[in-house]
């Protein structure tokens, strides 16, 4: 160490390279140097030039890799600024030279095609020579055809510059070294704003960040990827010192993008990073690696974020193709490893002409930070750039859906006007939207009631879109003189007006016009919900937004508690106007459903259903905590899954808005409190709702929570309960609970027998089963679950059928189907959608039919009659949203991995009146399209990804008959899962000769050929599931097929992830 020392000395004492440079060293606080590998030197007349090279190997067996280079020309402009402590230098950077390199290409790769360009020639070697021989303009290589004879080619040509990138990294930077090696923090020049680029400059300077404390061997230290905690090494020779660095996963308190939704138990990084140092304080070298892994397998509870991969047991017989497929792993391929260099090659003395370029000392720095930044908005804009690219001419596109020549790209405009809304370009008059709509104004409007398919797709692309013209129109179309669309066609266009982001005061007004013009009619509801929808929205006035509200308020006031149906109505569109309700309103609501409640439990259970977007309001919370504590099993029930809902609610809202974590999903109060005593004691009054209260703290995101759901299975033996459950859905069971770790199971339902599980409480709960049993002494009933995809994404189906009369010889009855589905994508959960239909003739003769579907939180309604006319409807409701699954920068690579979720209800409804019995048949379709993809950006030049496709559906067909009689059967279309990898090439072309005009482009994706199927259903599949069976008949228990009511082993498994934390 002396020896260092010395050295040191006298190379302050007589300089270096004959003494023309000047050294100084950093200053280092007393008694600190002792401890110190080097101390940093600062010869602030000369400038380092460094080489930095990077290596991207991304997405598995696809084997992408990309070479990075550039030059880092760095100079030590002396002592820091005294805000960073007194012990730090203040260090200038340049940037030069960047250049991206393919290092294999794909072995069958695709012409590389743009809409813009010709044929690129793919012949390098051959072009540059032809620019040799004078064939060419200098500087200019064409896409296109070659060209002989000296013609000059034809616009648009590409660049050929050997640096592209030179003019976007010409602003040099700055950044502070502390004593001890840490980087304290990276200026940049104040109009020095792209992201992309201040992110790659960053790396040179993260390469010298280190400890140079040997008594350090952990410490906190940032990176480009985050904050972590690092593990040192140290290794001081005489004429260089070495510090080596390690860091894994759980090491990171902080990943660099705040919008990042990265899954910390589900993302392996790993990561070894060396720096050099010479005798006298010179950073002379480094090298790191870094490898990452997403979408890993975890253990233990945790609800969506568990992965199970395995298969239940199979029946023999049972031919269901989705059971008998093995589960794949999609995430398989989500690999990306990186390493780096960089060393020093050069010294240069400083001069005032380099300074000048290099060293730039009229500009404003400002402070940035090592950790990388995130542009939100980045996976947005570059999925957009290349649907865009894809899409081709809209005015064609569109053309050929009318003529349903092309019908597919239609969807690739769904996600083209959806992504312009969320970047607030939906009133450009450049955006897609207002293309889409000029061509909606050419498509004559009465025709639409009889090509109503074409037009309800085209009226949907408009809400999507959004503004101010798609509202104009979609205004027009609910005009029934000028479109004569029928009031199920209106419907339509009121639920797609729903989905509508950021709606204006515009079409509340219109719609509040028609709502007190036709206050009596059957579309009322569906006005009533929609107008409620829009008015929650963040782009409606509060006064506005008041007028939606009074109008609700006045009818829930006016209505008596004889009137439920009516009553619930109202609920269901209070609870549409979100988290905007006035403490007016909620004190209200729980009037109403304290008051009418006491004779009509559903009024109760509405009330509370209404109010959850405003469960954290102090009103509230006291109403729903008495009604734990003192009302029945069904009251209870609905609080706990009126809060589940809510927690899942603003999980899918975090995926997709700023929306901050909130109660129930974080914190821990009184009803929390109520909620855990009672789990853990299950006295008789909550018994009843073990299940729920289980899930409630399941998903809750609290450490209190996870200790009592861990207190609770020691307790009560859960893992050791459901493995000796293996049951084949034919037995029934009562609860039981003891300290005595009495062996239990959760009830469950037959459907060869009355009964109800909580595992079923999402399609009705134990109160209406009740209900139903004491009003209907003849009656069939039946539940279900399935689940079609692999463990990593996958949609969850819920079915029930039930069929009531009130004796052999009433005409009193009631017809009842509703499907629920949930889908997944990694630890990502999200709503599919809710279908339910009912029809009630009541003992006055009057007939009560509904049909709902609730969406993304919101009810939507179709128009129906009160009459004992049957109506025959077909509906269908798309939602298109954007889910961000994970989101890292690792060294210059930076990666966005999400999710265009495009989840749809198709539903067909039929109801036949023959004689006194009346049939009611609902055919609830389920598709779920996911176009997942993994990017990786390497700065600016080049991207290389992954897409995922997902194809998934499932459909029932259920019968019921005031008879009563119930049957119904269950399948699926074709489904696939795919994989395909490639990359493109971003490059400067010349549009116009003079005067010059350049601009960047992408080219199109050179493909890695073949794609990868990873999972497939090839044909269609149908299969009973329950025969025609009516009161008084008894359903054979042996032929009953493996979608039973019971659970099967399907579900089964699925309980065991709930409550086994092992898996």
């Known amino acids: ?113 743009n809409p813009d360009l010709d044929q690129l020639d793919e012949d390098r070697t051959d072009l540059l020579s032809k620019l040799s021989s004078g064939l060419y303009v200098p500087l200019a290589i064409t896409r296109g055809k070659r060209q002989t004879g000296g013609v000059r080619p034809q616009l648009p040509a590409v660049v050929d510059e050997p640096y592209p990138l030179d003019d976007d990294m010409a602003t040099p930077y700055q950044f502070v070294q502390n004593y001890d090696g840490k980087i304290l923090d990276v200026l940049f020049a104040a109009a020095d704003t792209d992201i992309e680029i201040r992110n790659f400059k960053r790396n040179p300077v993260a390469a010298r960040n280190t400890e140079l404390n040997q008594r350090t061997n952990k410490a906190q230290t940032n990176g480009i990827t985050g904050q972590h905690t690092a593990t040192f090494s140290f290794n001081r020779g005489r004429s260089a010192s070495t510090v080596s660095k390690a860091y894994a996963s759980k090491d990171f308190t902080q990943f660099a993008a705040p919008s990042a939704t990265n899954d910390a138990a589900t993302t392996q990084i790993d990561a070894q990073e060396t720096q050099t140092f010479s005798a006298d304080g010179d950073f002379t070298s480094a090298s790191g690696r870094l490898s990452a892994r997403f979408g890993l397998d975890i253990g233990g509870s945790g609800g969506a974020a568990t992965f199970s991969s395995g298969r239940p047991a199979l029946d023999p017989d049972d031919e269901d193709p989705v059971l008998r497929t093995a589960d794949v792993d999609i995430a398989d391929d989500l690999t990306a490893d990186a390493t780096f260099q960089m060393s020093l090659s050069t010294r240069a003395k400083r001069s005032a002409e380099t300074d000048d370029i290099a060293v730039r000392n009229d500009l404003d720095y400002v402070s940035g930070g090592l950790m990388a930044e995130d542009d939100r908005d980045s996976g947005r804009k570059n999925q957009l750039e290349i649907l865009l690219q894809s899409i081709g001419n809209v005015y064609d596109t569109l053309n050929q859906f009318v003529t349903r020549k092309s019908p597919s790209k239609l969807t690739t405009l769904k ?127 509060e006064e506005v937004r008041a007028s939606v509200s009074d109008l609700l308020l006045s009818e829930l006031q006016e209505s008596s508690c004889e009137q439920a149906d009516a009553i619930i109505d109202v609920l269901q569109a209070v609870g549409n106007l979100g988290d905007t309700l006035s403490d007016r309103m909620i004190d209200d609501v729980i009037a109403k459903g304290s008051v009418c409640g006491r004779t009509h439990e559903a009024v109760s259970q509405a009330s509370m259903y209404a109010l959850r977007d405003v469960s954290d309001d ?49 914190g821990f109060n009184e009803i929390d409190e ?74 469950h339902k037959t459907c060869s027998s009355w009964g109800h599980s909580t595992y079923y409480n999402i399609l009705q709960t134990s109160g209406e089963f009740s209900s139903d049993k004491n009003v209907y002494s003849k009656r069939r009933h039946c539940l279900a679950y399935k689940r079609v995809g692999v463990s990593k994404v996958n949609a969850k189906l819920y079915a029930g059928i039930f069929a009531g009369k009130q004796s052999a010889s009433s005409s009193q009855y009631k017809l009842f189907t509703k499907m629920v589905g949930k889908g997944q994508i990694f630890s990502k959960t999200f709503d599919i959608g809710t279908v339910l239909a009912y029809r009630i003739r009541s003992s006055s003769g009057s007939v009560s039919q509904k049909r709902y579907m609730v969406v993304a939180g919101k009810a ?33 690579a930076s990666i966005d991995i999400g999710a265009q979720i495009r989840p749809r209800f198709e539903v067909n409804f039929i109801c036949k009146a023959k004689g006194s019995n009346t049939l009611l048949k609902v055919q609830p379709k389920a598709i779920l399209r996911i176009a997942a993809s993994a990017q990786a950006d390497l700065v600016k030049l080049i991207r290389g990804g992954i897409t995922i496709g997902v194809n998934l559906n499932f459909l029932i067909e259920t019968v019921t008959e005031s008879i009563p009689c119930i049957s119904g059967q269950y399948g699926y279309d074709p489904m696939t ?68 009511a019971g659970l099967s082993n399907d579900a089964k498994t699925q309980l065991r992830s709930f409550f086994n934390p092992r898996g």
């Open 977 to 1044: 899962i795919s994989i395909e990898a490639w990359y493109q090439i971003r490059s400067k072309i010349k549009v116009q000769w003079w005067p010059p005009k350049i601009k960047w482009t992408w080219g199109s994706r050179k493909k890695y050929s073949p794609s990868s199927l990873k999972w497939k259903i090839s044909s269609p599949y149908r299969r009973t599931w329950l025969s025609r069976s009516c009161d008084g008949s008894n359903i054979a228990v042996t032929s009953l097929p493996p979608f039973t």
């Open 618 to 666: 102090d009103a509230v919370q006291t109403y729903y905590r008495q009604s734990l504590l003192d009302e029945d099993c069904d009251i209870k029930a609905a609080v706990i899954t009126t809060l589940i809902d809510r927690m899942f609610r603003i999980q899918e809202q975090q995926y997709t808005e700023s929306v901050e974590s909130k109660w129930p999903l974080i």
């Open 1 to 113: 160490m002396q020896f260092v020392h010395i050295l040191a000395v006298l190379a302050i004492l007589f300089g270096r390279q004959g003494g023309d440079a000047v050294d100084t060293y950093v200053n280092v606080p007393s008694g600190a140097l002792p401890n110190l590998v080097t101390r940093l030197r600062c010869a602030t007349s000369e400038t380092l030039l460094y080489k930095y090279e990077t290596t991207t190997q991304l997405w598995g067996t696809s084997n992408q890799q990309f070479r990075t280079r550039c030059d880092a020309h760095i100079t030590c402009l002396g002592a820091a600024p005294a805000s960073y402590g007194g012990n730090a230098l203040l260090f200038n950077a340049f940037i030069n030279h960047v250049e991206v390199t393919p290092l294999n290409a794909p072995r069958n790769p695709q012409d590389y095609v």
């Open 415 to 541: 996600d083209i006007v959806r992504i312009e809304n969320e970047l607030d370009r939906e009133n450009k008059q450049s955006s897609m939207i207002f293309k889409v709509a000029n061509f909606v104004k050419k498509v004559n409007a009465r025709n639409c009631r009889d090509e109503w398919t074409t037009c309800s797709e085209l009226y949907q692309l408009l809400a999507l879109g959004g503004g101010s013209v798609a509202e104009r129109l979609l205004v027009e179309r609910l005009d029934p003189v000028l479109t004569q669309l029928t009031e199920d066609q209106q419907a339509d266009v009121l639920n797609y007006i729903t989905s509508m982001p950021k709606p204006s005061s515009y079409i509340l007004y219109f719609m509040k016009r028609i709502y007190n013009s036709e206050k009596t009619s059957t579309l009322s509801p569906t006005i009533r919900l929609t107008m409620a929808s829009v008015a929650s929205r963040d782009t409606i006035p």
């Open 860 to 892: 939507l309604v179709k128009p129906d009659t009160n009459s004992d006319a049957c109506n025959t409807r077909t509906w269908g409701y798309e939602r298109n949203f954007y889910i961000p699954i994970y989101k890292i920068t690792i060294y210059i």
């Open 674 to 747: 109520i909620v855990a005593t009672n789990l853990l004691n299950l006295t008789d009054e909550f018994t009843c709702i073990g299940e729920e209260l289980y899930r409630y703290l399941e998903m809750k995101k609290n450490d209190k929570a996870v200790e009592i759901l861990e207190e609770f299975r020691k307790n009560y033996d859960v893992e050791e309960l459901l493995e000796d459950e293996e049951d084949d859905g034919k037995q029934s069971y009562n609860a039981t609970y003891s300290h005595e770790r009495q062996k239990r199971a959760w009830d």
